[in-house]
C-alpha cells in the first residue's frame, strides 16, 4: 500500500496558478490510478481530478475542465495538478488519493482507502 504526502498549496491570487504535487512511496504506485479531491470550508469533500496507472486517461469535474490538468510522472512516484486562472471557490484543501481499482469515471463515487494530508490552497479575490 502506497502512503502519500501532497505539497504546492498556498496563497495566491485571483487568476493566478499553483501547481500542487503527491509523492508516493511504495514500488506498487504505478499501480494505482490517482485522484485529487477536494474540501472547502464547511463543505464536503468533492472529486477534482483523476489519471489513470498509465497517465493515459484522465478525468475531470465540470468545475475544473478546461482549467486543471492532472499528470503524473511513475519514475517520480509523483502526481500532479496543474491550476490555473484559479478562483476564490477553488479554496479548499487539496487531497490526493490512490485507487487501485482504476475506473477514473467513478473515482469519485466509491470508497478509497488512501489518502494524503492534504494541503490548503487559498484563492484571493
Known amino acids: 500500500q502506497v502512503q502519500l504526502v501532497e505539497s504546492g498549496g498556498g496563497l495566491v491570487q485571483a487568476g493566478g496558478s499553483l501547481r500542487l504535487s503527491c509523492a508516493a512511496s511504495?514500488?506498487?504506485?504505478?499501480?494505482?490510478?490517482m485522484g485529487w479531491f477536494r474540501q472547502a470550508p464547511g463543505k464536503e469533500r468533492e472529486f477534482v481530478a483523476a489519471i489513470s496507472w498509465s497517465g493515459g486517461g484522465t478525468y475531470y469535474a465540470d468545475s475544473v475542465k478546461g482549467r486543471f490538468t492532472i499528470s503524473r510522472d511513475n519514475a517520480k512516484n509523483t502526481v500532479y495538478l496543474r491550476m490555473n486562472s484559479l478562483k476564490p471557490e477553488d479554496t479548499a484543501v487539496y487531497y490526493c488519493?490512490?485507487?487501485?481499482?482504476?475506473?477514473?469515471?467513478?473515482?469519485?463515487?466509491?470508497?478509497?482507502?488512501?489518502w494524503g494530508q492534504g494541503t490548503l490552497v487559498t484563492v484571493s479575490s
Open positions: 511504495g514500488r506498487t504506485f504505478r499501480s494505482y490510478a
Open positions: 488519493a490512490a485507487d487501485p481499482i482504476g475506473d477514473i469515471a467513478t473515482m469519485g463515487r466509491r470508497y478509497l482507502e488512501v
